[in-house]
């Protein structure tokens, strides 16, 4: 067991720091293409010739930026990492982020320095990875990263001691001679957890997690298996035949293969019909390009019928202002859109853990219950398909200090609108009056309410014009009152803007002018000729004029200052294995805990101002950004075009998914934790009333001859407000005698954990310990006292939660404790708890305080909380 922890810590670790670097070598582009002007001559060969096609589920490919060197001079980006200190900030920004997160993440001693030049070989040389895996069963066949020109001493010697990452010195490695190779292996004998890595020619291959990955890899390479250079998916992504003048540098899928059938409840959402997501990134003329896409074949069904709309042409864009910062065109049709939005919901229903939504029809219901009217049937049914959001640029310049920006936030309305088509406008607006008069009831409800809170009155538009504008004047909350939603419905257009000015200037413009063609105003004056004809979303946004150069500017000192802090990580997925619990990607076990990171003896130097630029001299490499939204039979596909890329949901996403997925794991368990705590803590307290009233705490209940006949959870019922139900027990009578056995059913709900559902109704999993030395020791028939826990009422447990359940009423059916210091029989009643959070388990202590204990706990730890007077020692954060 303990060689396969270590296993599994050197396969995250390694691969984790591995992922990190691919990551952190986007920040620096340009310094690395800058760093080495002369590229290679000659084609170079392709990296998928590593990988064997068959099941090749998981692929990333990035050329590197040498091959194109070229292409990627034009850009933008290029240009303002090298022709402003932006680039040499990042660069310089690096190495520090670096010495900062991956010490503590992972216990390697490799300097920041060392970890950043192997990013930056990354981004110049490239990389491939390959995943290998059958049906979704099972690890990975085969995990394999390549590093174009990795063998070189330097960077073999740096991915030589990463792989090292927690391995065991009792492990050690050995060299293994097979087909004119030599393999470095790491992790024992070749078993489940190996790592191997040898140079192949100027490359370094890297084999993880699966033990025969080094013979498919050769296999594929000398031709005995086909390669993955002809691989369907990856000569599709490469061609790139959809979008005009596209230079792709690196592309990757996540085949769904990879992964177990999904469960009835993910079919019945649709999600069947996805068979893969594609990545792909590049150079397009000045701009960075990438698309993220998803294969959903028609007929779609449920989520991904949701996509299913009208088409937009980039060719015929509605009239539009001039003076723009922004514009969004969007096809929505609520003939496709509305029935597979309620057939997604009644299936969410559904699901196990989810209260009764009342189907279909609840979305309607609980809309026309806050509005008044039902948004499809008297609304959206009424309107046309095209849908029109701006936001036109304000005159007033940057503020000059803080109170002005707060001046301005506070009092200054946007101008923004959203124009829609109408179709029936007579039936527009009559549902607007009665949706307008619920809103005004609901208003005044409002007010009349304790506390009395005034918001504000819609109230109609004058000069006979068919609207209404809400007024927050004399408001008790603190909204500008240049702010004025106003919906306007014209001849042909509704229109809902910030004020009405805004709401008049949209109506006017839509229907007096034609439609606008591309390259109107700005920054509709963004190119948009390489797009598809037929679009769902078309988005076009000033990022000259945005605040985008302050946040590129800003980071730095941002990222130094919140990594100091230590108050939230900056990779969180460096930090999965922090809570103990479960990988949340098969591939990728979590890695576990380290030792807290000493202080530093050498603290960093302040960082060099002198690299940071001035915002103003960043905007006029900006352009206007470009995003869309493509669907057709094959699938869905977002694209973004920009002058830098992080603002690019699409480039984002892969890095923003590796990094959030733990994140989301941890925000979920600490939900978890809350709502399985909540009852604990009421338990807790009934124990510290019962005893206030009885100087012991409760035990279990004994009849005259002494023989326990009902359990503590039936004593200390009068304290959980269940006084009515204590009263009809017979407390004489065994817990399943006729009379008493006919309450179990009855169980209050503070001894379920919530969301928990048993075949068994009346079980809990709600148990104490009983054995010597435990709060429920037998030889303490009238129950413990606090002056008996001499350990400390904050160190000692009273129940917690258990796998396994039992009757509610049940006595003697505490889990058994046998404090005979031997540390199997205390692992084993250490793996009877928890199943409930990830992780580990809640249990409520003798100060009525709700503690998680995690499932790596100590065992001598462990026990000491169990017993009340063996004289350890525990500390606060041990458990």
């Given at each position: ?30 310094p ?18 590593y ?23 034009k ?33 390697v ?19 491939a ?40 010195p ?61 691989h ?9 035949e ?20 999904l ?45 299913s709309?009208g ?8 009239p ?77 310049k ?12 506070l ?22 009056e009665?949706?307008?008069?619920h ?12 506390p ?33 939603p ?32 591309p ?61 103990s ?11 576990p805990?380290?030792p ?31 995003q ?10 977002f ?52 005893h206030?009233?009885h ?6 209940i ?7 006949v ?23 009578e065994?817990?399943?005698s ?33 054995g ?20 400390g ?40 708890l ?21 499932s ?24």
């Amino acid at each position: 067991m303990k060689a396969r922890r270590v296993d599994s810590r050197l396969r995250s670790a390694s691969a984790r720091l591995l992922l990190v670097l691919a990551s952190a070598a986007l920040m620096i582009l340009a310094p690395a293409a800058r760093a080495q002007e002369a590229g290679r001559s000659g084609q170079q060969l392709p990296l998928a010739r590593y990988f064997p096609s068959q099941d090749l589920v998981v692929y990333v490919e990035f050329d590197g930026l040498d091959p194109h060197r070229e292409a990627w001079k034009k850009t933008a980006l290029y240009r303002v990492l090298n022709e402003t200190t932006t680039g040499a900030m990042y660069k310089a920004l690096l190495p520090r982020v670096l010495d900062l997160i991956i010490p503590e993440a992972s216990g390697v001693s490799i300097a920041g320095k060392e970890l950043s030049d192997l990013a930056l070989h990354l981004a110049r040389s490239g990389f491939a990875v390959g995943i290998n895996r059958a049906d979704g069963k099972g690890p990975p066949r085969c995990f394999g990263l390549v590093i174009r020109g990795g063998a070189k001493t330097r960077i073999r010697e740096t991915v030589d001691r990463l792989l090292h990452v927690g391995a065991s010195p009792r492990l050690g490695g050995r060299d293994i001679p097979k087909a004119g190779r030599t393999i470095h292996q790491y992790g024992g004998a070749a078993g489940a957890g190996t790592v191997s890595w040898w140079p192949e020619g100027e490359d370094l291959v890297v084999s993880l997690v699966a033990p025969e990955g080094p013979n498919m890899i050769i296999d594929a390479l000398e031709g005995r298996v086909p390669n993955a250079t002809a691989h369907p998916i990856r000569d599709a992504l490469s061609r790139n035949e959809d979008i005009r003048g596209f230079e792709p540098v690196g592309l990757a899928y996540f085949d769904m293969a990879a992964l177990p059938p999904l469960p009835p409840e993910a079919i019945s959402l649709g999600l069947d019909r996805i068979k893969r997501f594609t990545y792909r990134w590049g150079f397009h003329d000045d701009a960075i390009l990438s698309v993220l896409g998803a294969a959903v074949p028609s007929p779609r069904t449920g989520i991904p019928a949701m996509f299913s709309q009208g088409d937009v042409n980039w060719r015929r864009l509605p009239p539009l202002p001039a003076g723009l910062a922004g514009f969004t065109v969007l096809s929505l049709d609520e003939s496709r859109l509305w029935p597979a939005l309620r057939a997604s919901l009644a299936a969410i229903a559904k699901l196990p853990g989810q209260d009764d939504l009342g189907g279909e029809n609840q979305l309607d219901e609980l809309i026309r219950a806050s509005m008044g009217v039902s948004l499809h049937d008297e609304i959206f049914a009424h309107l046309g398909t095209r849908f029109t959001f701006y936001d036109v640029a304000g005159q007033i310049k940057s503020p000059s200090h803080i109170l002005e920006s707060f001046a301005q936030g506070l009092f200054r309305a946007p101008k923004m609108a959203v124009v829609a088509e109408v179709k029936n406008r007579s039936a527009i607006e009559a549902s607007l009056e009665k949706m307008v008069s619920h809103l005004n009831a609901t208003l005044r409800d409002v007010s009349q309410r304790p506390p009395g809170l005034t918001i504000g009155a819609i109230e109609r538009l004058k000069n006979g014009e068919s609207g209404y504008v809400m007024s927050f004047v004399g408001s008790e909350i603190p909204i500008s009152s240049g702010l004025r939603p106003t919906l306007l419905l014209g001849r042909k257009t509704l229109v809902l803007a910030s004020t009405p000015a805004m709401a008049r200037r949209a109506r006017d413009l839509a229907e007096t002018q034609a439609q606008a063609g591309p390259g109107v105003g700005n920054p509709p004056g963004a190119r948009l000729d390489w797009l598809p004809d037929k679009l769902t979303m078309l988005s076009v946004a000033d990022t000259a004029n945005s605040v985008y150069p302050e946040l590129l500017v800003g980071m730095p000192a941002f990222a130094e200052s919140v990594l100091k802090s230590r108050r939230f990580r900056f990779f969180p997925f460096l930090m999965a294995g922090r809570e103990s619990d479960q990988a949340a990607v098969e591939l990728m076990p979590a890695l576990p805990a380290s030792p807290p990171r000493a202080a530093a003896s050498d603290p960093l130097p302040p960082f060099d101002a002198e690299l940071v630029p001035d915002p103003d001299d960043l905007r006029p490499y900006l352009f206007p950004s470009v995003q869309a939204l493509a669907v057709d039979d094959i699938g869905i596909r977002f694209i973004s075009r920009e002058a830098i890329p992080t603002l690019n949901p699409s480039t984002a996403v892969p890095i923003a998914l590796a990094a959030l997925v733990p994140a989301v794991r941890r925000a979920q368990l600490t939900s978890d934790r809350a709502h399985a705590s909540a009852n604990l803590k009421r338990i807790g307290e009934a124990f510290l009333i019962f005893h206030d009233i009885h100087t012991h705490f409760p035990a279990d209940i004994r009849n005259k001859a002494g023989k326990p006949v009902l359990s503590w959870r039936v004593a200390v019922l009068p304290f959980l407000d269940q006084g009515e139900l204590f009263k009809e027990f017979h407390l004489d009578e065994p817990w399943d005698s006729p009379h008493n056995k006919a309450l179990v059913a009855r169980m209050p709900a503070v001894y379920a954990i919530p969301g928990e559902k048993l075949d068994t109704p009346g079980n809990t999993f709600y148990r104490g310990f009983a054995g010597a030395g435990a709060i429920f020791d037998p030889k303490e028939p009238d129950g413990v006292s606090i002056a008996d826990v001499v350990d400390g009422i904050s160190n000692t447990m009273l129940v917690a939660e258990a796998k396994e359940s039992v009757a509610w009423t049940k006595p003697q059916s505490d889990i058994p404790f046998d404090d005979d210091q031997k540390p199997e029989r205390t692992k084993a009643l250490l793996d009877a708890l928890g199943g409930h959070s990830r992780g580990g388990f809640n249990g409520v202590f003798c100060d009525g305080a709700i503690r998680f204990i995690r499932s790596t706990v100590a065992v001598p730890i462990f026990r000491a909380i169990i017993t009340y007077a063996g004289g350890e020692v525990v500390a606060s954060d041990s458990f």
